[in-house]
């Protein structure tokens, strides 16, 4: 029991005036009896006391007109009365250390027992918790809603260094000054926890300072039908043609934008949406990446990752979004030196002149290196285009070197769903996708007949290569020859006039048709029945056109699934995920009779697969909603209304709403990721906060027999042999996809829409 003299906070200043009298009263009076006691010098010890008595009345009246009409405040600082309680705070403690001695005098003269003065001065000095305040503290600005509990270090794990650094550096710039810093213990956590987000929430929300947003300002859009807008907007600078590709896309599909934009419009409201200012910077294009994406766009070089940039960039603009697109490092430090808030170490959300940015790898190491000091402020406001995904364990830079996972591609420090990925790899990233084309309408197709034609997937010639060094390529030409017994084999490699000499890996069997152009390559998609994948490329937009036009995917089964443990392809990418197939998305979420997983090495399967697909007289399209130009605007949309990294750490997500969540609890070694799908549900990590607690589990009817905060990718769960529950220490190592053996994992799961998986059925 916390004993009634432990000195607490008097929020009102004049009932601490009256217990500072009274205690100076108490205390004269002691004087004045242990003097007569010991000394007999009664006339001396009362003149003393007066003296006292006088001296003590005349400060605290002169302290009491000086703070006059002042309101209590939680913090030091001006009109606080702050100042007062400190100084009664040193008075009090003073006296009660005095109080306590002066008892022990009287105990030791008179010779009486301990246990008459023990219970009165010894809780004055021995039993006070670790949350006491004591008169240091006060001098320091503490007060007891200002400390932090062992309990807010375990959850708001980067608060405490926060706060180390604020004592050191909050005078370094006068932006912390005009969010109401004074010095005070206070007011760093009151920074620290309503304007950076970093600290847990005290009684004080009402005192900050948090800039008030400015309703007229705020500008509302609908969507847009102006090509040359946008056209404008796609000029390369160094006339490198760096945009020539994307431009000819957009072109071309333009007409169908803004058809689906008006179909959108009729089953959901997009008026009066917030127009955001978006700053779109390809890194990937830049002369310094040394890719040579720019260069190659018409000469057979990969096209994925152009083709999800120039959906991404017409979605948003269709959507009416304010647009800046840059490719190189001086622009981007040109944009990036006009900010006003760029290179102010106050890491306030609520003034960004930029709302959005989306970039690549590439493009957020140019960022970090032209916004320096003000990147801390920024990154909430990113959004990495990153085809393969990067997973928790290889995005938290500490954990990943003390793994030995860091690679140049991982250890960027951002919120997994910050990633945007072209499949719906892992739950962990968001999805961003990318629109399978159809260059061809009704009136093109009647005149095609399909031919008895298996095209193949790849369009150089290395990925025909038969070598046993590369275990990747293994067993091609078995394969194709396989194949040819039911089919002529077409390809559409691009050749090199200049290497013509140059041996070639593909068969002599099969016709090469050369690089094609789009609606050139569609055409013979639409003559071909099957569309033949060779086990590379991985996860390419080609099968989904391919399966749009009719042709049949057959998709390569990997006995042994690829993954940076067995395949060169993936050193350095920051995901452990295994790939069971050439493309898991064709395999998992469309299937027969529109893909065959196949085993390219089991000639019987092969043969037996194509015989079923050959049966079948017509060879119908199909197009998954979320691969249409509708299907993206509408998960764009709710992506921009919804995802908002900016607001305060370390509170419950708001969306997906809490209605599409339901809570799972994994099997023994199960991941989150498997777990919910295992329910016909997907991962949720934005939900984990929600349930990482012992409440939470002890509603999923799991008692703890002990607690423990761990950082790693497992938790939280519980060991069902011991029952013990670990919860996540780091938020950003929550995880979908982590799993350990003899543990069990306890799992957010939501809802989806079929054929539209990044959203539940409640986010629109």
């Known amino acids: 029991m916390v004993s009634p003299w432990r000195w607490r906070i008097i929020p009102n200043s004049r009932q601490l005036l009256v217990l500072a009298c009274l205690l100076f009263l108490f205390w004269c009076m002691t004087l004045y009896r242990v ?383 910050q990633f945007f990925t072209m499949f719906p790899h892992s739950p962990d990233n968001s999805f961003m996708g990318f629109v399978v084309e159809q260059h061809l309408n009704d009136s093109d197709v009647k005149g095609i007949k399909r031919e008895n034609w298996a095209l193949v997937y790849g369009k150089n010639d290395y990925m025909y290569e038969n070598a046993t060094r590369v275990s990747l390529y293994r067993g091609k030409d078995k394969y194709l020859n396989t194949i040819k017994k039911r089919l002529e084999v077409h390809g559409t490699v691009y050749v090199d006039e200049k290497a013509k000499t140059k041996r070639s890996y593909m068969p002599s069997f099969v016709t090469n048709h050369g690089l094609q152009k789009p609606e050139d390559f569609h055409i013979l998609l639409r003559k071909s029945k099957i569309f033949v994948g060779l086990g590379f490329p991985y996860e390419g937009p080609a099968p989904l056109e391919a399966i749009a036009n009719g042709a049949v995917y057959l998709n390569p089964k990997f006995s042994t699934p690829h993954s940076s443990k067995n395949i060169q392809f993936f050193k350095g990418k920051p995901t452990a995920r295994e790939l069971t197939s050439q493309h898991p998305y064709a395999e998992l979420f469309i299937g027969e009779p529109y893909v065959y997983t196949v085993n390219m090495h089991n000639d019987t399967q092969v043969l037996k697969v194509l015989d079923k697909i050959l049966q079948n007289k017509e060879f119908t399209s199909h197009m998954p909603y979320e691969f249409t130009e509708e299907g993206m605007l509408q998960r764009m949309n709710a992506y921009i209304e919804h995802q908002n990294w900016c607001q305060f750490q370390k509170q419950e997500a708001k969306w997906p709403p809490h209605s599409a969540i339901s809570f799972v609890m994994g099997a023994d070694g199960q991941s989150c990721k498997d777990a919910c799908w295992q329910q016909g549900l997907i991962c949720e990590p934005s939900h984990f906060l929600q349930i990482n607690s012992a409440r939470s589990m002890k509603q999923a009817k799991v008692d703890c027999s002990r607690e423990d905060y761990v950082a790693d990718i497992f938790y939280p769960g519980y060991d069902p042999h011991s029952n013990e529950c670990v919860f996540q220490k780091e938020e950003l190592l929550f995880s979908c996809v982590g799993q350990k053996t003899n543990f069990r994992r306890f799992c957010p799961c939501r809802n989806y829409i079929k054929g539209q998986t990044a959203l539940c059925q409640e986010c629109l």
């Open 35 to 417: 003097s007569n006691f010991s000394l007999g010098k009664q006339k001396e010890s009362e003149v003393l006391k007066n003296e006292i008595i006088s001296l003590s009345e005349k400060y605290v009246r002169a302290l009491s007109r000086e703070n006059t009409d002042i309101v209590d405040g939680p913090y030091a600082g001006r009109f606080t009365a702050y100042d007062l309680k400190k100084t009664m705070a040193v008075l009090l403690e003073s006296m009660l250390e005095r109080l306590s001695r002066l008892e022990n005098q009287v105990h030791h003269v008179m010779n009486v027992s301990n246990s008459s003065l023990a219970n009165l001065t010894r809780p004055l000095l021995t039993e006070q918790s670790e949350d006491s305040i004591h008169a240091e503290d006060l001098i320091l600005g503490k007060t007891e809603a200002c400390m932090l509990t062992e309990q807010d270090k375990q959850v708001y794990t980067k608060c405490e260094g926060k706060l180390e650094w604020m004592r050191q550096m909050w005078q370094s710039d006068a932006c912390y000054a005009s969010y109401g810093v004074d010095g005070s213990e206070c007011s760093f956590l009151m920074y620290l926890s309503e304007v950076e987000g970093w600290c847990p929430k005290r009684t004080w929300k009402k005192n900050v300072k948090v800039p008030i947003e400015d309703k007229s300002k705020v500008q509302y859009i609908d969507t847009k039908d102006d090509i040359e807008g946008l056209m404008k907007i796609l000029v390369d600078p160094n006339e490198r043609q760096g945009y020539a590709w994307i431009r000819m896309r957009i072109r071309k599909m333009w007409p169908k934008w803004v058809l689906a934009a008006g179909n959108l419009k009729e089953k959901q409201k997009l008026e009066k949406r917030r127009r955001k200012k978006i700053l779109v910077h390809l890194g990937l294009l830049s002369k310094q990446s040394g890719w040579g994406f720019a260069e190659n766009q018409f000469k057979g070089g990969p096209l994925g990752e152009l083709v999800q940039w120039s959906d991404l960039i017409c979605t948003l603009y269709v959507l009416g979004h304010q647009l800046t697109i840059t490719s190189e490092t001086y622009q981007l430090e040109k944009i990036l030196s006009q900010l006003p808030a760029a290179n102010s170490p106050c890491q306030s959300r609520t003034d960004l002149p930029v709302h959005i940015i989306y970039t690549d790898i590439v493009g957020l190491r140019q960022f970090k290196r032209y916004v320096k000091g003000g990147y801390g402020k920024f990154s909430c406001l990113l959004r990495i285009v990153d085809s393969f995904g990067t997973e928790p364990a290889y995005n938290l830079r500490m954990y990943a070197k003390a793994h030995k996972i860091l690679t140049s591609w991982g250890g960027q420090d951002l919120l997994p769903q």
